[in-house]
């Protein structure tokens, strides 16, 4: 969900190639969702193997995952551990309207429309434990390396960059910038030539990059108005954010009561979490130090084993993937000496 700052917020379209070179944190579990939702059949379904388990989620790691390394970034996975109690509105709204999704995607399927299923399909993309198990086993098998944060994966990939591990994190959610991400790309797994919903036309997506120096500039706000105006106007711990007020409306009233003590005392808060459990929520979260990250070699015959034996993945189109991450990183040994963080 995240917060709604898309209006607001300056941001530069890049090329893939311009992160080339670059250590890049990734959320895992939204581009792992992003996948679940974009990669599907004609009627919506997810892909599935020959034991009707879903791989959409695997499928888009895979492949998507060696355009990243082909194209010079080294990702680095960061997955989401216990979430915060206060996290449970949101939770329960997801819930309903997978529910609602589930309701229009049967009346669609009963009258055949199958771009109606197809829409509604995509809200019903579910993560589930064995999932995400088996993404990090093969992100390993790749040689990629992942982090398991102790609470929400933006915030752990946002203090990455604050840690100087890598350059930058990557999330579809303006979230990262609450919790203080230096530099966050946006776009990163949906690059490309995109077909428009329920249109015969195409658009192009390019890779976002948002500089967290120039959004306080240019907004002319510190770091701690900028979380007061992502709850202003909605955030996963207070969702909808405080009635009748959009970006803008928030952006004037964060630099007319620039502190928290001020701002409170001008808002109807009518949400079961508190503000200042939300605010300090999102200026100290948990997350753990991360010292080292290494990228190896990949396991050819683990990802075999994998994709080709387990999910039924064509082998020859799995092997040449393999043989281009290997070539990148042959490439890439003497450029990554004078690489960027």
């Known amino acids: 969900m995240g917060v709604n700052l898309r209006d607001i917020i300056p941001k530069e379209e890049i090329e893939i190639e311009n992160l080339a070179g670059k250590k890049i944190s990734i959320d895992a579990f939204n581009i792992l969702y992003q996948f679940l939702s974009s990669i599907r059949q004609y009627d919506g379904t997810p892909l599935k193997d020959s034991k009707g388990r879903i791989t959409s989620h695997i499928s888009g790691l895979f492949y998507r995952t060696v355009n990243f390394v082909e194209a010079g970034i080294k990702p680095c996975f960061v997955f989401d551990g216990k979430a915060p109690e206060f996290k449970k509105a949101t939770r329960e709204e997801r819930i309903s309207r997978k529910e609602i999704a589930q309701e229009k995607y049967d009346k669609a399927e009963k009258e055949g429309d199958l771009e109606r299923m197809k829409i509604y399909a995509q809200q019903l993309s579910r993560l589930t434990g064995d999932m995400i198990e088996e993404s990090k086993e093969l992100l390993d098998a790749m040689g990629l390396p992942y982090v398991q944060a102790p609470s ?36 990163l797994a949906i690059s490309g030539r995109k077909k428009l919903p329920g249109k015969q036309a195409y658009m192009t997506v390019n890779p976002e990059f948002i500089d967290l120096k120039k959004v306080h500039e240019e907004l002319k706000i510190n770091q701690e108005q900028l979380i007061l105006l992502g709850m202003l106007v909605g955030t996963d711990y207070n969702p909808g954010g405080v009635k009748g007020i959009g970006p803008k409306t928030a952006l004037a009233m964060v630099k007319k009561y620039p502190t928290f003590e001020l701002l409170v005392e001008q808002i109807d808060w009518d949400f079961e979490n508190k503000p200042l459990e939300i605010f300090n ?25 994998i994709l080709c034996d387990n999910h039924d993945f064509g082998i020859e189109r799995v092997e040449k993937a393999i043989e281009r991450i290997s070539s990148s990183n042959k490439k890439g040994i003497q450029s990554n000496l004078f690489s960027f963080k």
């Open 152 to 187: 929400e994966g933006e915030a752990q990939a946002s203090d990455m960059v604050k840690q100087g591990m890598v350059y930058a994190s990557s999330s579809q959610d303006y979230d990262s910038l609450l919790f203080g991400s230096g530099k966050l790309i946006r776009n």
């Open 281 to 305: 929520f999102f200026k100290n979260p948990p997350v753990k130090e991360v010292t080292n990250i290494t990228w190896k070699e990949p396991d050819s015959e683990k990802i075999k084993k």
